[in-house]
């Protein structure tokens, strides 16, 4: 008589990680454009030949916890994998995330769910609620599969980055430039580090790359003629700042829209001038300045002068304010905030004029000028 076996196979536990490759990855972190390229990578994985079913592409504002597991849980029809990339994850329903959490462990061998997530929002040191995906979510994906962080670098890790990158080209990185560099937004390397080639091609057969030769080469968006309309401004330059103007709504189809923008940092740059002049006058700002006193910084909004100063990523640009603070007095920057008042009740439709929002900061430069 045959022998009966009495051992009991063992159930799996849920939320138990399955052998072999991960069945489920979360991307996530503030680094866009490698969060992108890593999403993108993992559709890789279908059967090129049968990638227009294999591959399969889910928004958040229309796909369900249901719906996703089920177009994870088809048989692919070619020999990769079934995979479907969920964009914007943290936008799901909380409850819809619960529910996808609970699903993970039945995504088959051959599925790959990816979940991608925007950029969380961070508001006094802490993200925002909503802006990333729910903690059920996050831990049962550690559970079941790989969280991708696209961190993004430390302003001290980023600057050592560019200093070996810059060794790399065989030169040396001016501390001017180095500084320029690093204000770039840090959810691109890449784009960052094509930067710094375009300056190292500029600065030819120097061995030196000076802030010369990155303001030469950088490429600018709106906001970057916005700065340059605003440094303008405090330099006094009126037909310098007039071309920027024109430059800003020369690029834009939606005037209406430039113009508040250009108005919001027109208005800093007047307010910064004011308090790096008053720092000025406190020997706190320019050439053999004391350290800003704590009595002083309170007197001060968080996200201005003192702040540019004490933070090591912007405090080479107090000595462009106070430049331009000596080009103004008192009475005038105090005249010229009523003006700023003026031009946005203008925009706004509260004072009559503002039908021409072009015609409104080219009147404003002036009279700022």
Known sequence: MARISTKVATKPKPQERPEG??????????????????????????????????????????ASADQVLGAVGTVPFGNGKKVVLLRDTQQLDTE?????????????????????????????????????VSTELANAVKKLGEVRDFALPKIEDLRGHLIQETRRLGKTLDSDALALLSQLPADDIRHIGTELEKAALHAGQSPRITVLDVEATLSRGPDDVIFKLCDAVGMRKTKEALQHVNSLFRGSGRPDSVAPRTLVLLARQIRLVMQFRYLGEKKMAG???????????????????????????????????????????????????????????????????????????????????
């Open 96 to 132: 819809e995330q619960k529910r996808l959490a609970a699903g993970l462990d039945r995504i088959p061998p051959r599925g790959l769910l990816v979940l991608h997530t925007g950029s969380p929002t961070v508001e006094d040191g802490k993200v925002k609620r909503g802006t990333s």
């Open 287 to 369: 050439r053999n300045a004391q350290p800003v006193s704590s009595q002083v910084a309170a007197l001060l909004p968080a996200d201005g002068a003192a702040s540019i100063i004490s933070n090591p990523r912007t405090s080479w640009m107090a000595d462009k304010y106070v430049n331009q603070a000596r080009n103004f007095t008192l009475a005038e920057l105090e005249e010229r905030l009523e003006k700023l008042l003026n031009a946005d009740l203008m925009l706004k439709g509260v004072t009559p004029g503002g039908d021409n929002p072009q015609a409104v900061l080219q009147r404003l430069v002036i009279e700022l000028c």
């Open 21 to 62: 490759a991960p069945r489920v990855i979360l991307i996530t972190g503030l680094e866009a454009e490698r969060k992108q390229a890593e999403a993108l990578l993992y559709l890789k994985q279908a059967d090129p030949e049968f990638a227009d079913f294999d591959a399969e592409t889910l928004d958040s504002s229309h």
